[in-house]
Nanobody
Framework: QVQLVESGGGLVQTGGSLRLSCAAS????????MGWFRQAPGKERVIIAA????????YYVDSVKGRFTISRDNAKNTMYLQMNNLKPDDTAVYYC????????????????????WGQGTQVTVYS
């Protein structure tokens, strides 16, 4: 089992940047493929980025490509989401998630496949 805690959310102006962190504890962090999701008010939770266990494969939803970067530091048991050029449409609660998998170089794109979730961190982008 793994526990996940997100941090780094906040209020930022359009065009600004934030870096989210997801700190993990419990089972070895490198056992998990990881992902970032977000949920806007009145909408379903959707994936925005995912990363394989070793960090050698990544996935991004089209709406964040070129603006967001997912990364991880397995030695620090932490995953990151660097968010640049933020837009009001990026306003949401952001969640990190972990999928225990023995498969190298796999990115996990669907929420149902993830085993553990953080509590979320609010990101608000104002114009």
């Amino acid at each position: 089992q793994v526990q996940l805690v997100e941090s780094g959310g906040g209020l930022v102006q359009t065009g600004g940047s934030l870096r989210l962190s997801c700190a993990a504890s419990g089972r070895p962090f490198s056992d998990y493929a990881m992902g970032w999701f977000r949920q806007a008010p009145g909408k379903e939770r959707v994936i925005i980025a995912a990363i394989s266990r070793a960090g050698d494969r990544t996935y991004y939803v089209d709406s964040v490509k070129g603006r967001f970067t997912i990364s991880r530091d397995n030695a620090k048991n932490t995953m990151y989401l660097q968010m640049n050029n933020l837009k009001p449409d990026d306003t949401a609660v952001y969640y990190c998630a972990a999928d225990f998998t023995p498969v190298d170089r796999m990115v996990v794109r669907t929420a149902a496949e993830y085993d553990f979730w953080g509590q979320g961190t609010q990101v608000t982008v104002y114009s």
